[in-house]
């Protein structure tokens, strides 16, 4: 009888050890899949692919050393202080199962498909689940001169859709992403007594002189919406009855700061547009605070950072409506070191948003709640920033350091500290509302 319970405990022991053993295609595909393959495929901003297992063993020591250092996939926000739906950081569990993986030879396991073929297919020239309804893009490729400058350039892209749309989903898209540090674009609906292809197909905001933006002053009376893309980005969505509509005819002016390259580059940008027939019952709005944004004139104290200082600031608004938060989307440049953003209500309760505690310029994008946040009417959302002008800032653009202060410019030697919030209206319920459900 006993060797029968020890025959049936080594047998039970040895099918659970085979069971877990662990390959790319049972445990480590889905991981790499969701944290790594959206910024590592063709035409995003990864210096390569990570999509098939050849993709990744290929690479396994270097995963390994990113992956044990913490270095990618980057994540910078503080998920003890507000978790957030697109999180890309790894669990310890999921860091020890690749290691150990990549430790153990990489095995492959088993796939029903031809392991050449990738985990997922992914449809050409979107992140989106489906192929965009229009594609919105700049008239002609842009040469981005290989002389290690960075340049702010903003584009210009008429359309005429001949009638109004409800959009469901926005997305920046380029031909070169990884030439881009980060990119804006904003919706402006235009009259038909306005012609909407008159002036420059583009204008270079890299120099001090800055008139020649006063040509697309006409478009900019009205804004229907704002977006922007940075490294790890994907598209914008909204649950179903949420989202905007599309303008019938205007201009998109999209707003790309192109890092520096030492080598003649070529660049194409555009959005694509996802729309739906479903009626848009909570319209999504954009609002920027702080430099540049609401509340500019109200930083605390005066937004200038004097060479070889640290100094923090703060900004304190007022919520002047019930609102519900979807997204956030903080920014600073080379001299932050912290950020975070909270608000108070009324009672004295404190509703946490994000807290960037080492701040990293390189790493910057929207942080997509799981849930609707709400903020009550009268509650006071607060912004507070760190930041470090001294020598002992490896990331300080001036050696010696120089005073820096914000002149509503998108040069990186100047500062800012902005926060963009995608909010709507409150409606009862909207806090117990997971987002991603709702699709």
Not at 129 to 146: E, M, N, Q, S, Y
Not at 182 to 202: K, M, R, S, T
Not at 309 to 331: A, E, G, N, R
Not at 376 to 381: A, N, Q, V
Request: proline share 7%; hydrophobic share 35%.
């Amino acid at each position: 009888m006993r060797s029968l319970i020890f025959t049936f405990f080594i047998t039970i022991c040895f099918i659970n050890c085979f069971s877990q053993k662990v390959t790319f295609y049972n445990q480590v595909a889905p991981i790499i899949q969701k944290k790594c393959t959206p910024c590592h495929r063709p035409g995003e901003a990864g210096p390569f692919s990570l999509i098939t297992y050849q993709d990744v063993v290929k690479r396994g020591n270097f995963i390994k050393k990113v992956v044990k250092s913490g270095y990618m996939p980057p994540w910078k926000p503080d998920n003890t202080y507000r978790d957030f739906h697109n999180d890309r950081s790894l669990t310890t569990e999921e860091k020890e199962l690749i290691v150990d993986w990549i430790d153990n030879k990489m095995p492959e396991g088993s796939v029903k498909k031809s392991a050449k073929e990738p985990v997922t297919e992914y449809i050409a020239g979107t992140q989106y689940h489906r192929k965009p309804d229009t594609v919105l893009r700049v008239a002609k490729p842009f040469l981005i001169k290989g002389d290690n400058s960075e340049r702010f350039i903003v584009f210009k892209i008429p359309y005429d859709l001949g009638k109004e749309h409800n959009v469901e989903a926005v997305e920046f898209v380029s031909t070169n992403k990884k030439v881009i540090h980060h990119a804006n674009f904003a919706v402006h609906p235009v009259e038909d007594d306005i012609d909407i292809n008159q002036g420059a197909e583009y204008v270079d905001l890299s120099g001090e002189d800055r008139t020649a933006y006063d040509q697309y002053l006409p478009f900019k009376t009205k804004m229907t919406y704002y977006g922007g893309w940075i490294p790890g980005t994907t598209f914008e969505s909204y649950p179903k009855d949420f989202g905007w509509v599309m303008p019938k005819r205007g201009v998109i002016l999209v707003t790309v700061h192109y890092a520096p390259t030492g080598k003649d580059e070529e660049e194409l940008s555009g959005v694509n547009l996802f729309f739906t027939n479903n009626p848009i019952k909570r319209k999504i709005d954009v609002i920027g605070l702080g430099s540049a944004g609401v509340g500019e004139s109200s930083i605390e104290p005066y937004f200038m950072i004097p060479a070889d200082t640290t100094k923090s600031f703060s900004l304190k608004i007022v919520t002047p409506q019930d609102q519900s938060i979807m997204y956030v989307w903080p920014h600073m440049h080379l001299l932050g070191k912290t950020f975070k953003s909270y608000a108070v209500t009324p009672e004295g309760d404190t509703i946490k948003l994000v807290s960037i505690p080492s701040w990293d310029f390189k790493w910057q994008e929207i942080y997509r709640y799981k849930k609707l946040v709400k903020i009550p009417k009268g509650s006071i959302l607060n912004i507070e920033a760190l930041y470090d002008n001294t020598r002992d800032n490896p990331n300080n653009p001036s050696n010696p350091p120089k005073m820096v202060f914000s002149a509503n410019d998108m040069k990186t030697t100047d500062e800012m500290m902005t926060m963009l919030m995608i909010y709507l209206p409150y409606q009862e319920g909207d806090e117990e509302l997971n987002l991603e459900d709702q699709k």
